[in-house]
């Protein structure tokens, strides 16, 4: 029994100790992947949750699997593809942006993730399925693989939520948009950024974005507004939560954190404005530290940072 499962490509990632990539002689090594990073920050959180991906069968993709399996992630249906090497990532700070990220993932083992990985009894066996629009750009395979996710959840009665996740460094927005609206169409949530939102719909402004995802048939329409919080609607009914201050160094990560910190309340029966409370002090947690997992919350952080318990400091 899982509370959540997800699948997508994750990859090991670098960055530069100091200075920018071209200059750099030593490098911090970790985990990238938006959809074992939503799954390592609810097995943060006490839920179960299982990722399903391919590694290759190399160093690196020991690595990525040891990590996200010692996160308390299910990885039970992760291959090990000896045919392709583990997708490598490098980001680059810049100053006052958001980081630069370079991808080495073309035709990687990630990449090969296929329908066959997808176990319609396994991801029947939790009550969300996390999707993200990262896979299906990776590949057709990839792509197909989502598609049977999907289908296996909804005949089963789990919940689909989409974060749109668009990278234009996979796809344009257009192409995102097209094959993103099938999705949509099936999604009992989708969670977007209002920046994505805009270019993926053409639109301008977070009620007119927000009727672009409803338009195409998502049950409820949570919108990430940065530093302002977030913003949720089903058509009928509105809700809001303010954003947490914060001192941010990498915004990398931030709506992953988000998707964790919502799912955790949605998932324990709270309501909509709880749920964006805790995507938002996810978020804010997460931005603080560099790297997309490090400064995901424990329970009783998340717990201590929205007044809600408190963890004793000495
Ligand atoms: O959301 C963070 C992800 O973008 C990062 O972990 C890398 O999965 C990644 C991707 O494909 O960009």
Redo the contacts with the bound molecule.
Sequence with gaps: MLDVVTLG?S?VVFWPEEGPLGAARTFVRSV???ES?VAIGLARLGYRSGWIGRLGDDAFGRFVLRTIRGEGVDVSRVRLDAAAPTGV?FRESVLGRDPR?YYYRRGSAGSRLGPEDVDPEYVGSARLLHVTG?TPALSPSCREAVEAAVEAARQRGVTVALDP?L?LKLWGAGEAAAALRPLIGRAGLVLAGLEEGELLSGRRGEEEVAGWFLEAGAGLVVLKLGARGAMATDGTRTWRSPGFPAQVVDT??A??AFAAGFYAAWLAGRDVETCLRYGNAAGALVVQVVG?TEGLPYREELAAFLGEGDVPTR
């Design positions: 490509e990859m990238a992947g938006a990073n990532m990220v990262i996740n990278r990398v990560g709506g992953d997309d």
